[in-house]
């Protein structure tokens, strides 16, 4: 299928997220759609798909112009999205979620599965793709999850396919396996979307590649013509952050000290899981989202109990203390979910930067708040961590998610503990953000500070850490130290139980 | 007390009391899993009585009381549709309004139509009667039970099996889980989710308009203010607990019809009606704290 977007601009109230963009998409190509968080990538092939409305701009499918008024009508056209946020039904099976909203029906509307199933099992031989159709979803790996997706849109012999971040998920062997799939794909004439900003994956699998930034299209070419620093450059719209260097230091003494640790989870308990963490270094914690690394840090910070064995901060023992004692004892934590967790949306900058903070003196009088001096300290992140917002009573929620990141960063790295527990920190934030906060974990460490990094981004944790040790299915199933460590050891570390290092 | 529970005349009674409960209940079971939030089945089953009444009394069948019902709890469903779906309106309010706008649109057109305060009763209102089950009815106590009911007691009897394959081999069921569970996922693949939930909600809506019926039109033949008495909610309870899967809701749905039969019986034996008036809703407390404390168990002993 032939696509052609034309002048395509889409606003939401005063944002404009898609401004004036024209793409060709060929039949037979993997074309990579590259750019920045928030640079319009997901906006403009939700548009594709039915699912936003252009406010200008022409949609052309083999020549006839197309609009949809819902993603009914996309689908029924030949389009299939596997969305990053996997648009399943936990609670049914695979087969019942791939017929949803396709479902082949006898009499009475009832849904005629065993048709369903002989068709599934000729595309899954046509295309090499295994998967158990009883098994409930909810119990399926994210990759499994993924391939169910696929599966959606095969089974409705989709033309076109979208994947948006695909890769985000998966194990580098996982990759593999996905690409192996959409190189299957282009061989049969389909056309493939793929919105990424992993930049090696481009390299590797795409025929075309189209850069995005701010809502604009920067370029549109060949692989072949263009190169790896042209497509970064239009990516940050500049020359990109140097590589860093890390500074040979020594670690000190064990700040950090977690043996035996088991944390309760639905079905199995994660652990029992044992490491140090030592003055002066990162410790990276790998694995695919999913394998205990949410449980574990919530053992760590004290938000659930542990089953057994015990946790030492500087010396003493916390497992019983609750998290505000932790946190006075010597532990910053930057949650994972800035939204729900690591910021109150509705209260001001000025609030949430004094949140959970111990030096009560300087910000209280009696039982009343100071607020001059919460002003001041706001203002005094604001300025530090480079964060873009109206001013320090303006509410959190109207920053973008890379601002409202450093802030949360900004508290907590400015309690100045011994410790700190930073779970993907950066994740969905700019490339501008990611660096600047990798720049600040990697300042605290040179100062002798202690940082456990949970990272499911690979790169992010590789390029940080001292150590790395690596968790998979409630367990740590390796460490690699930090300078040696190459992204195929620790993609197979991620994917078994290996051997404890 | 033991030849109480072992009376046939008792026993026989059961259905009676377990209609209107498991009609409402699977009716709220259709919004619960299409993820409507639906508390206003008492308003429907109340609605629902006096339309029976009405429709009986001016045409002299119970098949169009039943009929009347069924269209005036499903014009109580629209009524939750429209604010709640379509205007965005917060569940509970809107179910709390339908409950009140029930109530006092019942009092007000039992005086407005039919000129009377409180009740009426009347030779006009036909209800349904006994049916009996030929060879069913020679099987000794179960055959009692069984035969000699109403109508709509054989029908909530069919719903129960009906509605468990609806839900699981249906495509308008599938959607309705879907629409329950990741309503994004059902609007991504193409199917606009509240437009599943408005059927659920007129589905829902009928089902309790027969319920309703059940109460005035087959268990007596009249109409009282406030007559449906608690066993909305009672369906509610159902519901929530058995998360709207049909096979366990009939039964948790017979238990609370048994209670509420057994009421009345003790009545009759002196206890203070205040008391037996409590029955039904201590066997809901109950049943509650030993659901709850049995998952506890259950939560834990995964953990180990």
Known sequence: MRVELNGITVRFGPVTAVDDVSLGIEPGEIHALVGENGAGKSTLMNLLFGLVRPAAGTVVLDGVERRWSSPQDAIASGLGMVHQHFMLQDTMTVLENIVLCAEPVGRFGFVDFAAARRRLDAIAAEHGIAVDLTREVGRLSVSQRQTVEILKVLYREAELVILDEPTAVLTPQEKDRLFDTLRNFRAAGKSIVIITHKLDEVMEIADRVSVMRAGRLVRSSLLDETSRQEIARGIVGGELPEARTRKAQAAGDVVLSVRDATIARRGRPVGPVSFDLRAGEIVGIAGVSGNGQSELVRGLTGLDPLLSGGISLCGQSVETLDVAARRAHGMSYIPEDRQRMGLALGASVSENANAGRDDRSAFTTGPFLRHGAMMRFARAIIEDYRIRVAGPSAAASTMSGGNKQKLVVGRELTRNTAVVVAENPTWGVDIGAIDFIHGELMRMRDSGHAILLISTELDEVIALSDRILVMYDGAISGEVSGGEANREDVGALMMSRGKAA | ?304
Request: aromatic share 10%; with cysteine; glycine share 12%.
């Open chain 2, 1 to 304: 007390m033991l030849d109480l529970l072992l009376d046939p005349s008792f026993a026989a009674s059961i259905p009676r009391f377990v209609t209107p409960i498991l009609l409402a209940a699977l009716g709220g079971a259709l919004c619960e899993r299409a993820g409507v939030f639906n508390i206003a089945l008492e308003g429907f089953l109340l609605m629902g009585a006096f339309a029976a009444v009405l429709g009986s009394y001016f045409s002299g069948s119970p098949y169009v009381g039943a009929l009347a019902a069924m269209l005036a709890g499903m014009a109580l469903g629209l009524v939750f549709a429209e604010f709640n779906l379509r205007r965005g309106g917060d569940s509970i309010v809107v179910s709390i309004a339908i409950n009140l706008l029930a109530a006092g649109l019942t009092t007000f057109l039992l005086r407005a139509i039919f000129d009377v305060t409180g009740a009426f009763s009347d030779a006009g209102i036909v209800g349904f009667g006994p049916v009996r089950l030929p060879l069913i009815e020679d099987i000794p106590f179960v055959g009692q039970i069984l035969s000699g009911q109403s109508a709509l007691f054989y029908v909530a009897l069919l719903c129960v099996p009906l509605m468990h394959v609806f839900l699981a081999r249906h495509r308008l069921g599938l959607r309705i889980r879907a629409a329950g569970e990741n309503a994004e996922a059902l609007r991504a693949g193409g199917v606009e989710p509240r437009r599943v939930q408005l059927v659920a909600l007129l589905a829902c809506g009928a089902l309790c308009g027969l319920g309703g019926a059940q109460l005035s039109i087959a268990n007596v033949n009249l109409f009282v203010e406030n007559m449906s008495a608690g066993r909305g909610w009672i369906a509610v309870v159902a519901v929530l607990l058995t998360r709207g899967r049909p096979w366990p809701l009939f039964f948790i749905a017979l238990l609370f019809g048994a209670v509420d039969s057994l009421s009345f019986r003790v009545q009759g034996l002196g206890l203070a009606q205040q008391f037996t008036d409590m029955m039904p809703y201590l066997a809901t407390l109950i049943v509650l704290v030993a659901l709850s404390w049995w998952r506890a168990r259950r939560a834990r002993g995964e953990t180990r």
